[in-house]
């Protein structure tokens, strides 16, 4: 394999990664709100097939002109378009000896460039059938199968034939409907193909089913409530930044948005903030199992003193005085000893966090234990 194709997938392998670590978070909160547990299969197929989606993309469209003015590498009468069903039979044969009685002249024909050509356009929508199958399910689908195969490697052909849709002023690949044909077949033979493969991964029937059980029994996993603290905090994050331009000192902006995420909102909501109502889970009483406002209360003043804790530390570490000051030698003990503090406490919560995640639900976190409150399934 050259770098015509090598270069392409390096390319989608990194922005699999970049696209992967943006949208890891919302698919746990969808898998969870659906199924109420993360299937691994699930997340194999689907990641894969983003991958697999920007992948065939990428070696359709790269490598990229090195300009936009394209018109001017393109000599005059540049045809940009092959509407001949079947050239790609005629460019096989150029310049090859077959002889159909005699098979040993036949390996020539994988010998000519135009056929790798082909056989690439066929396979490139092949593994695109396969995920159809799996999200169409019954055979009985194969004329949407045929459709979504051909829809794709149209918009495939038009990009490329537009410039990238007015990128570049001159197309830098024509349309060939023979694409569009070994496309679509190659897209129709996966779609057949595919219960050989997804014989290897849980149906989908039974990923639900599981699902129903664990909600059946009013499990909440670890990774789930790890997700609501993830989003309340990512909430009070965005709230801090949209307003920054406030001329109020910060640290009185974010206890305003403490008390309101973890206090105020789950008060409102019957013991759910709003990541736990996102996940589809509440907080109720450790004994009756009822909503607590004073277990709610209590959850929060865990969770702000352990702010005024961070915060003050933060303040003390970074106390800055002339060199010539008497309290010079003092400064230096503070800033010291409140950075190995701050140290010392993140990893605390490092392996309290991991003590929860890893514990199947026998653990708490700290601020739940406070509040003597135990996350339920709505």
């Known amino acids: 394999m050259n770098g015509t194709y090598t270069g392409p997938i390096f390319v989608a392998a990194i922005a699999f990664f970049i696209l992967a670590f943006l949208i890891w978070i919302p698919w746990l909160i969808y898998t969870y709100r659906k199924y109420g547990f993360l299937s691994i299969s699930k997340t194999i197929i689907v990641f894969s097939f983003v991958f697999y989606f920007l992948t065939a993309l990428f070696l359709v469209l790269l490598p990229l002109p090195e300009t936009t003015n394209t018109c001017a590498f393109q000599k ?19 310049k090859t000896d077959i002889t159909l009685k005699n098979p040993s002249t036949w390996v020539t024909i994988i010998k000519q460039p135009a056929f790798y050509q082909a056989f690439f356009n066929f396979l490139l929508l092949m593994p695109f059938g396969v995920y159809l199958r799996y999200f169409l399910k019954e055979r009985k689908y194969w004329k949407r199968a045929f459709l979504f195969g051909l829809g794709l490697t149209l918009f495939y052909e038009v990009t490329q034939v537009t410039g990238i849709y007015g990128i570049y002023n001159c197309p830098y690949r024509i349309f060939d409907v023979d694409d569009l044909l070994l496309n679509s077949v190659g897209s129709l033979l996966g779609f057949f193909a595919a219960p050989v493969i997804w014989a290897l991964f849980p149906k989908h029937t039974d990923v639900i089913k599981y699902g129903q059980e664990i909600i059946a029994q009013n499990g909440v996993r670890p990774l789930q409530i790890l997700l609501a603290v993830i989003v309340d905090f990512a909430l009070i994050s965005m709230g801090n930044t949209a307003l920054s331009f406030l001329t109020i000192p910060q640290f009185f902006i974010q206890t305003a948005l403490y008390l309101l995420i973890f206090a105020i909102i789950p008060l409102l909501l019957g013991g759910e903030t709003l990541g736990m109502k996102l996940l589809k889970i509440r907080l109720v009483d450790e004994s009756a199992e009822v909503f ?26 970074n106390i800055e005085l002339n060199m010539d000051s008497p309290f010079y030698v003092y400064q230096v003990f503070i800033s010291l000893g409140s950075f190995i503090l701050l140290t010392i406490l993140v990893l605390v919560l490092a392996i309290h966090v991991l003590r929860f995640f890893l514990g199947r639900g026998k653990h708490r976190l700290y601020f739940d234990v406070v509040g003597k409150c135990v996350v339920k399934r709505k």
């Open 76 to 94: 005059p009468g540049t045809q940009f378009f092959n509407l001949r069903p079947f050239q790609f039979v005629q460019d096989i044969l150029y």
């Open 292 to 317: 607590s406002a004073v277990g709610i209360i209590r959850r929060f003043v865990a969770i702000y003193s352990t702010y005024l804790v961070f915060k003050g530390l933060n303040v003390m570490s």
